[in-house]
């Protein structure tokens, strides 16, 4: 059966129907939803955290949110505050060249910076903690010119004077030191007293070319009487005493506080009375009346010989005579005396240790260069112009026992001393000196230094009062002989146990005139004798020559050496005073002829001139020996040596 033709007009439709029942009669289909996509923080609200974060202080993570503004913003209004904060983070972290490069970034990249200003001072601060001074310098003085109404200028001038003052350049750290402490003053005054400081380091520390600048800088500050001060001082001090009298005279008509007014009129005296020497005259202080007139008139008479009072030989030098009477105020009044009216270029004496302290201090005081002639020991230690020209015990015993146990072999020694200071002094020495080179100190006796009866003491050195050493049985045992075995000694009849080879006395001439023959009398024989400078008297040799035979002692002075000054001088002096010169009238004499040649040889002009001619001056053949002074101003002559021989003292050979 042929089927009618379907129009496609009702196909469709219907295809459309089935379709539809299709899809609605399925299980309905899962709908995906699309992901949400996480928005960025704005480059704005990467710099609000930064903020945020800095204003807390945690700089740490403040820093890589600053360095991500600037990735997505290089450019952006933030952009110069960013750098600025990392420039502040890293200087505080001490990565001083990446903030250097992140201030610099913002100079170069944003000229019309509003902070710049701070930028600068962050630039210059990494620079001076990196050690660039120069450049430092350069960048704070540009600072200081473009913001000079800035509240960051005292910090940029504490900075500039910093780095002048490293560089050495104090005039310049003063100039800008200063304005950094005004600047700091009322805000800071922990930090201004800071500053002062380094000020006051900085005229310490300044040499004389920096403090004139420093002068210059400091008019009308409280430093500039400090600067004045210590400048004047060290023209003074190299006898630049003009250039020292102006600036002292400059200071002294300003307004002062009182202690530098007392500083200043105490310098410009000292700079007066340098200013007014005459170098041709020589002051003398020694007691010439009182009870140690005896022991000035000696000095003095060899002072006299030694200016050619009674010979044709002058130089123009004059000798300034002044008498202390051996009391130490009258001694330092002299001192002041012989500077103030006389204007001696150098002074002689004094010859007692009570009197050489006060004079020393003047002297040193007044600055004038003084040889002292006595025994303390500690009085060159008052200053570089004082010094002494008197045997020193210690060169004395070291000469003594150098040839005691280097020329004679000597190894055990006794001491008998004067229980006074003096002996007790020089048996120290002794002591000390021969353990030193090894040898040994048998016995040491002090005596009352006004006995005359020694036999206690001699009996005590050689075991003759009180019980034996065991020790010293038994080297007595083992020296008998077969037939002595079987017997024994009688104790109440002790031999002398002589177990040293040589006595040291330490004591005068007549003390040891008394000894000696007492040593002999208790059977101390075939032993050295030796003393010190102490024995040197016309008197030793009448009174126990013939138990001093090779007996060995110290001189400073020895009139029978043979040398043709030596003799010349002794006729002089016996000729015109009738009697025997001893050690003091030879120092006298060697002084004054030391000083004489000395201003002869360098004319000098000024009291330093004359003091440095005397450290420096090639050594002097006196008849005391070489004269030459070392560094503390103590004399460098070596004692002689002295031996009897028969009736004669000669030099030991």
């Not at 040197?536 to 020559?545: D, E, F, V």
């Not at 009738?578 to 000083?595: C, H, M």
Request: net charge negative.
């Amino acid at each position: 059966m042929i089927q009618p033709k379907l129009s496609v007009e009702r196909v469709i439709p219907a295809m459309v129907v089935g379709v539809a029942l299709f899809l609605f009669s399925c299980k309905p289909a899962v709908q995906l939803k699309r992901p949400a996509v996480k928005k960025r923080p704005s480059a704005e609200q990467v710099y609000s955290r930064a903020e945020a974060l800095f204003a807390q202080g945690k700089l740490a993570e403040a820093l890589p949110l600053y360095g991500q503004y600037l990735k997505l913003e290089p450019r952006g209004n933030n952009a110069p505050d960013c750098l600025r904060r990392m420039g502040d983070i890293y200087l505080e972290m001490g990565r001083l060249e990446e903030a250097l490069m992140s201030f610099a970034r913002v100079r170069r990249d944003f000229p019309g910076y509003g902070y710049m200003a701070e930028v600068e001072l962050g630039l210059i601060s990494s620079l001076w903690k990196m050690g660039a001074l120069d450049e430092v310098i350069e960048e704070a003085l540009d600072w200081l010119r473009k913001y000079s109404e800035s509240p960051f200028r005292s910090q940029v001038a504490l900075v500039l004077g910093r780095a002048y003052y490293a560089k050495l350049r104090y005039g310049e750290a003063l100039r800008w030191l200063i304005v950094a402490e005004e600047g700091y003053k009322l805000a800071e005054p922990e930090k201004a007293k800071e500053i002062s400081d380094q000020i006051r380091a900085a005229i310490v520390e300044a040499d004389e070319s920096e403090l004139e600048r420093m002068r210059e800088v400091s008019k009308d500050t409280k430093y500039y009487p400090e600067i004045a001060y210590r400048l004047a001082r060290m023209y003074y001090g190299t006898d630049r005493l003009e250039r020292a009298e102006s600036i002292i005279t400059q200071l002294l008509q300003m307004p002062l506080e009182k202690r530098w007014l007392e500083r200043a009129r105490e310098l410009y005296d000292k700079i007066f009375l340098a200013l007014n020497v005459e170098p041709h005259k020589i002051g003398c202080l020694l007691p010439l009346t009182g009870p140690f007139g005896i022991y000035g008139r000696e000095v003095l008479n060899g002072i006299e010989i030694g200016v050619g009072m009674f010979t044709k030989e002058r130089d123009g030098v004059e000798v300034v005579i002044r008498d202390t009477e051996g009391d130490p105020g009258r001694a330092a009044e002299a001192i002041e005396n012989l500077v103030r009216k006389d204007h001696v270029i150098a002074a002689v004496g004094p010859l007692l240790s009570r009197c050489a302290e006060q004079a020393a201090d003047r002297a040193q005081a007044l600055g004038l260069p003084l040889i002292t002639i006595c025994r303390k020991a500690d009085v060159v230690d008052k200053g570089p112009m004082v010094f002494r020209n008197f045997l020193l015990p210690r060169r004395e015993i070291e000469r003594l026992v150098h040839v005691a146990m280097d020329r004679l072999d000597i190894r055990r020694f006794a001491i008998m001393f004067p229980d006074n200071a003096y002996g007790r002094y020089y048996m120290q020495i002794f002591w000390d000196m021969v353990e030193q080179r090894g040898g040994q100190i048998r016995a040491a006796e002090p005596y009352d230094p006004s006995l005359t009866d020694f036999a206690a003491q001699i009996k005590r050195m050689v075991g003759k009062e009180g019980p034996r050493p065991e020790a010293v049985l038994e080297n007595i045992r083992a020296a008998w002989l077969p037939e002595e075995d079987e017997s024994e000694l009688d104790p109440g009849q002790k031999d002398p146990i002589v177990d040293f080879e040589a006595v040291f006395i330490p004591d005068s001439a007549e003390r040891v005139a008394m000894i000696a023959p007492q040593l002999v009398y208790h059977d101390v024989v075939d032993v050295w004798l030796l003393g010190t400078s102490l024995w040197a008297s016309p008197q030793l040799i009448p009174l126990a020559g013939d138990y001093l035979q090779g007996a060995i002692f110290t001189s400073g002075f020895f009139s029978s050496s043979g040398t043709e000054e030596v003799e010349s001088f002794v006729e002089e002096y016996r000729t015109n005073y009738e009697s025997e010169p001893g050690l003091l009238a030879a120092t006298g004499y060697d002084t004054i002829k030391f000083l004489r040649a000395i201003v002869k040889a360098t004319i000098p002009k000024t009291r330093n001139e004359m003091r440095d001619a005397i450290v420096q001056s090639r050594p002097y053949n006196g008849i005391t020996g070489e004269i030459s002074f070392d560094q503390r101003g103590e004399v460098k002559t070596q004692p002689f040596l002295v031996t009897v021989l028969g009736r004669r003292e000669i030099l030991f050979p």
